[in-house]
């Protein structure tokens, strides 16, 4: 079993900023690819931002420049940075990490998610 455990959202206002929190625990052999997805009110849920294993990066147009997606493996973490936030960044956010459990299976699992509200 692998659980995420997702922290760091909330309430800002437009300019501001957010760090969010996902940590991996459970019985975790590797870890590969760590995301951040969102789902806005009426919308699907799309990719934020996704980290490899080796620390390539991408980035969803809307939030270059100003989002940053960060690891620490010793610790089985992902952090999205925020900074300039703006209202259309409100969403529920939803980590996803990609990996081997220690009986190498592959396992995929989801956040339980966590709202960002960008409201003045």
């Given at each position: 079993q692998v659980q995420l455990v997702e922290?760091?959202?909330?309430?800002?206002?437009?300019?501001?900023?957010?760090?969010?929190?996902?940590a991996a625990s459970g019985s975790i052999f590797s870890i590969n690819a760590m995301g951040w997805y969102r789902q806005a009110p009426g919308k699907q849920r799309e990719l934020v931002a996704g980290i490899s294993s080796g620390g390539s990066t991408k980035y969803a147009d809307s939030v270059k420049g100003r989002f940053s997606i960060s690891r620490d493996n010793g610790k089985k973490t992902?952090?999205?940075?925020?900074?300039?936030?703006?209202?259309?960044d409100t969403a529920v956010?939803?980590?996803?990490?990609?990996?081997?459990?220690?009986?190498f299976r592959p396992f995929e699992v989801w956040g339980q998610g966590t709202l960002v509200t960008v409201s003045s």
């Open positions: 922290s760091g959202g909330g309430l800002v206002q437009p300019g501001g900023s957010l760090r969010l929190s996902c992902v952090y999205l940075q925020m900074t300039s936030l703006k209202p259309e956010y939803y980590c996803n990490v990609g990996g081997l459990t220690v009986v």
